[in-house]
Structures are given as C-alpha cells and as structure tokens.
C-alpha cells in the first residue's frame, strides 16, 4: 500500500449542487486553476452530459489544467460516458467518475431496477468507458447504505472490467467513523481483486461528521484517496472539507503517517475565490479558513503564543495562507503592478480587455478607499454585476436618502440589454428601497431567500460583500456584490442574482 494520500477535489461538480452555487464556465476555469495551483491531485471538473455548460465547462478546464488529472462524473450509461470521454478529449491525464446506486432503497425507489440489472449495468459502463479512456473511478451511490454482499460483487465485477479506483461514497451523511472506516477494511479484505484499485472516501456532513468519517476510511479501511471540496461546500451539510482533511493529515503526521501532494499555502485562498464566486460565506470559526481561525482573543492564550507560539498553536497561520492582511496597492499602483498581484493571487484574466476592465474598477475602488487588500482585489475581479457586455443587468448608479423618522428612498441606474434605466420606490431601509426600486422595472417576481452581508477585510472601512440568493419558477441562484456602501453592494449583488436567474440552464440532475 502506498503512503500517499490523493486529493479529489469535487468543488466544481458535487460542490455545485449546493443551491444557488452553481458557476459560469469561467469560474470554474478560475477556481480550477487555483486548484492546480494548490496542487489537487485530481479535479473533478463537473458532470458532462448533464447540459452544455457543463461540458463546455469540462471541455474548458481539461483544455487548460496541465498538472492535475481532470475528471468528469458520468451516470452508468454509454450516453453520459461517451460525452465525458468527449469533453476530456484534451486533457494531460483524463479520468472519467461513473456510478450508479446500490442500495435497495435507491435501487428499488429511484432507479426501479433489479440488482441484477444494476450489476450487468455496472459492468458494462465500466467496460464501454475502459475503451475510451484509461483512468476509470467507479461508485456505488449509497455505497453505505448498501447490503455488503452485494456490494461486494458489484464491486469485484467492475475492478475486474477495469475500475482502477473504488469509491465508495456515504451519500446521505450517514456513517460515524469507526463503522464507515470497518465498512472499507471489509470490503477490501473480502474482495479478491481489491488490490488492483485505489479505494476512496466520499463522505457528506449531514451528521458533521464528514471529516472524521473520512478519516477513519483513511485510517482503519486504509482508502487512498479523499473526495472533498473547498469550504466543505456541498449540497444540504456539505462535503468533506478540502481544508480540514489536508491541515488534519499534514499535522497528525506522527498519526497518520501519509504524504500529501498539496502546497497549503493556496488553501486560503481557494477558499476566498469559492466563497466570492458562489456566495457561500465562511463561518468565522471554521477551521483553517474562517477568520477566527488563528485569533487568540483571551489574555492567557494571547500571553501564551507571544511566549511560544505552539502553547496555544498546532499549525502556523502563514502554513496556509493567511499574512498579516497586507496592504497591496494604493491609489498610485499602476496597470503592471495591478496585473503581477493578480498573478501572485492566482488569478488570470485572458483578455487584455478583461484586465484593462478590472484595472479601471480597481482605480475607481482606490479613489473611494486608500487601503486596497488581497480581498478587495479578489472581490473586484469576481464582481460580475458591472456592465459585461455579455450580461443582461449592469449596475451604473444609486442614490438613497435615509433619515430617522423618515421612509427610506432610492433612486437608481442600471443597464437592461444594454440600455440605460432608472428605478426609483420608497422601503423599509435603504437596502430594501433599493433594490424594490430595481423590480418595480424587471418584475421577475423572484422570491428572496437570503440576504447576507459580510465586512471583506474586517473593519467599517472594508468593502461590503453581500450575497443575495433568488428563487423562480423552480431554480435557485446566488449573486454576490462588493463595494464600500454596502446600499450599492446590495444592488450589485440583487443584479449579479437576476443575470444568473437569466443565464441558468437547465441541466440533468446527477443523482436524480
Ligand atoms: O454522494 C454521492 O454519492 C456522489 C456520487 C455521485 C459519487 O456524489
Ligand atoms: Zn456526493
């Protein structure tokens, strides 16, 4: 058995089945290259036959990404594998992720198929796929759940077709470790053939226990890999986080006794680009990446580290990115400054036209606010609601009059396909006036299902960063908006949601 662990990462396909999180082809372009940057050792990049977007998404990221091995999922069917191989077509190192449920539940509920059939079908997916590409990871959805017997010769069939990695996801959220971490040990003891694949852990939070089931596969059911996504985004309670997994194996060394690939210092900022890009907010204190996460407040403890810092310290904050929230540029920083700490922060704009764009938002951002930090500059690159000629809403202007006693006012200004329009209404506050005097013009008669605000950088100087999440007819999306008035962010981020609302589509659902 080998002592390397390999990283996973579904951020960009089991991540975004979070409601409201799902991403255009160039954010997931971006996030992916943050990826590689972090050195993941294999990206799943989405699920290709489930629409266009996703395929072109695939197509783009196995284009593009040279070190990490691009994967698309694919559902148990010549169909879905085939567009997979397809989209993959360019990529270095390919692999395509196809599964279908085994658990009697899903089976006889969802799939109304007999295990028989889902073997044969299981076995010939991995056949037809094993012609096409050379790297073929297999699951059993509801693997967990599953009555181990049979899973034990679906299993054993598809190695033998050829599945080189096993994966065997707790779909539900299901497992306590010392039981999910046996259930791995078992199957590979009772498996003949086991050896000639990779097992590996794909386990939801719904229970919080993600992590610590992940492990225990790792650490009893000796499984290699890891699935996990950045934030532990994920649909209901999430996935296993990205973060926690790599910082829990790489300081329990001395325990787990496993080499990982990742260069941690990227992790931080991952978790900032996925967090801005869905709108998924990082609780102050989640581990490694929340904003607490390094913040001594109590005297003793404060005393402690300024003594020797591992009183009180198991990890080094700079280990995973975080510096002393450095001041980047001012006012004066010019385009070539502008674009090498674009580069430093992992971000690339393909277009000169994109760069100059940005570079003219962050000269506007530096007039309002003296200080510019690494978040401002990543919230700026990610804001979508400003006029892009490809989307149909941009912001221009807003004006509000709020005064105690008084019924907030807004007027405002913002493009609908390219022409200019002004809004105007009364509300509760100025954020709620605002952003009524937007739909009084679009009447999308989109339901709001979440408002948040979030200070970027800490103090009331920082920028604004709000998510808004809509619902219509049906679809969820979220819109994030950054700015020093967090009035205009609102409007921003009430935008960046109706382009969504706009430019969503319809895709096949994977375990649907
Ligand atoms: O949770 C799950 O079962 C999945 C599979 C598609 C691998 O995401
Ligand atoms: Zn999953």
């Known amino acids: 058995m080998t002592d390397k662990l390999i990283i996973f990462d579904t951020t960009l396909r089991d991540g975004e089945q979070s409601p409201g999180a799902s991403m255009t082809r160039d954010e997931k372009l971006r996030i992916a290259r943050q990826l590689e940057r972090l050195r993941v050792d294999v990206i799943e990049a989405g699920f290709a036959a489930s629409s266009n977007g996703d395929f072109e998404a695939v197509q783009l990221i196995a284009n593009s990404i040279k070190d990490s091995t691009v994967c698309s999922l694919s559902r148990a069917n010549d169909r879905d594998i085939a567009r997979a191989a397809e989209a993959l077509k360019g990529a270095n190192s390919a692999r395509i992720h196809t599964f279908i449920a085994t658990s009697a539940l899903h089976m006889e509920k969802k799939l109304r198929m007999t295990p028989e059939q889902v073997l044969e079908q299981a076995k010939q997916s991995v056949r037809f796929a094993r012609n096409l590409v050379g790297d073929i990871e297999f699951s059993p959805e509801d693997g967990y759940r599953s009555d181990p017997d049979f899973l034990c010769r679906v299993l054993e069939a598809v190695i033998a077709e050829g599945a080189s990695t096993i994966n065997v996801p707790d779909t539900v ?46 650490k009893i059911g000796g499984a290699r890999q890891v699935e996990c996504t950045v934030n532990g985004l994920g649909e209901r309670a999430g996935n296993c986080s990205l973060e926690e997994i790599v910082m829990a194996v790489k300081t329990r060394k001395d325990y787990f006794g496993l080499e990982l690939g990742i260069d941690a210092k990227h992790i931080l900022a991952a978790s900032r680009m996925v967090s801005q890009t869905t709108g998924f907010v990082v609780q102050p204190n989640k581990a490694v990446v929340g904003a607490n996460a390094f913040a001594h407040a109590s005297g003793i403890h404060q005393d402690g580290v300024l003594k020797a810092r591992d009183t009180y310290e198991i990890m080094r904050a700079e280990d995973v990115g975080w510096t002393a929230n450095k001041l980047v540029l001012g006012k004066l920083s010019g385009r070539n400054a502008f674009k090498q700490r674009l580069q430093e922060l992992g971000v690339q704009l393909d277009s000169e036209s994109e760069i100059n764009a940005a570079f003219a938002r962050f000269k506007e951002l530096a007039d309002r606010k003296s200080e510019i930090f690494d978040e401002d500059i990543l919230a700026l690159v990610g804001d979508e609601s400003v006029s892009l000629e490809s989307e149909q809403y941009g912001f221009v202007s807003l004006s509000q009059h709020s005064e105690t006693g008084e019924r907030p006012r807004a007027a405002i200004v913002f493009t609908a396909g390219g022409k200019e329009m002004k809004g105007e209404s009364d509300g509760n506050g100025p954020v709620d006036a605002s952003l009524k005097a937007i739909e009084s013009l679009v009447k999308s008669g989109a339901e709001m299902v979440l408002y948040s605000v979030n200070a970027i950088s800490g103090s009331t100087e920082s920028q604004g960063e709000v998510t808004v999440r809509l619902q219509n007819s049906g679809r969820v999306v979220n819109g994030v908006g950054a700015d020093p008035d967090i009035v205009v962010a609102s409007a921003k981020a009430y935008l960046s949601a109706l382009n969504k609302l706009q430019n969503k589509a319809d895709r096949v659902a994977a375990q649907g």
């Open 173 to 218: 959220g299901y497992a306590v470790p010392e039981l999910y971490g046996n259930f791995i040990k078992n199957l590979r003891e009772r498996i003949p053939n086991s050896d000639k694949a990779i097992w590996s852990v794909h386990c939801h939070n719904d229970l919080g226990m993600a992590v610590a089931n992940s492990l225990a596969g790792v």
